[in-house]
DNA sequence: ATCAAGATTACCT
DNA sequence: GGTAATCTTGATA
């Protein structure tokens, strides 16, 4: 019998290397998150990369702050922040300690605890086909619908809380890149990585 | 002390 | 297409 949830948990040395690397490679993995052994779990389909020695829009690029500290540890710790003071976004931190580098998770495909994530969502049931595809499909709806808040950060993905499940890799003719989105300052950086026509796209 | 911008989203016209 | 919601940060005073 098999699992969608069967799979090795990603391993340290997944996440202590560069953080264009990680970015591509975490498309398709498993992102899960145990609430009290009811599970929440999808499939990563969209990410963006920062890394604060050379990009302006990271968070890490200003220096460590209190709110960014995070991100300067080692690869493979939970980085949580309020955007725009109303939506969580929840991002993987990559590399050696000191590095400042880190991916957003921007959207992921729905793969267990589904009912859940529309209560989270919606607050009902019952959703359209729309509504459906619009559960996941942004960094804020991501941790709305997971139930990943601030609280959350500095959590290490290697533990029992949040975690990500290993899979093949996505092949290479399957990842589209662009401009991340949202930015004005290094906009022109190609760090925005996502599996093509996947239907739970931010866009 | 005050202010503007920001890795977003939902709801309005 | 436009904008309100609402918190953190860094710049300016």
Known sequence: MSSLL??????RNFYTRDVLTVAKELLGKILVHNVRGQILAGKIVEVEAYDGKIDKAAHSYVGRTKRNEIMFNEGGYLYVYLSYGVHYCCNVVTGVKDHGTAVLIRAVEPVEGIERMIKNRYGKKQVT????FNLTSGPGKVCMAMEINIKHSGLDLLGDKIFILNRRKVKEEMIGVSKRIGISKSAHLPWRFFI???????R
């Open 6 to 11: 069967n799979g090795a948990k990603l391993k």
């Open 129 to 132: 086909e729309k509504e459906m």
């Open 196 to 202: 093509k026509h996947n239907p739970y796209l931010s």
